[in-house]
């Protein structure tokens, strides 16, 4: 049981670091703004809490 608590944490902070460089990147590709990156790399957090909150 603890082992497959271990993979859970491991998964979401991949899946959450992967999320953010997705997010990024493609901010970046579109704008070519570091201010809209650091925004979109925010909201993608609200987005985060948001979900954990309503599921």
């Not at 271990?6 to 703004?33: M, Q």
Request: proline share 0%.
């Amino acid at each position: 049981m603890a082992e497959q608590r271990l993979r859970s944490g491991e998964v979401v902070r991949t899946g959450i670091g992967l999320g953010s460089a997705i997010a990024v990147t493609i901010s970046w590709s579109l704008h070519k703004s570091l201010l809209w990156v650091i925004i979109h790399g925010l909201l993608l957090w609200f987005y985060v809490i948001y979900y954990a909150l309503t599921r």
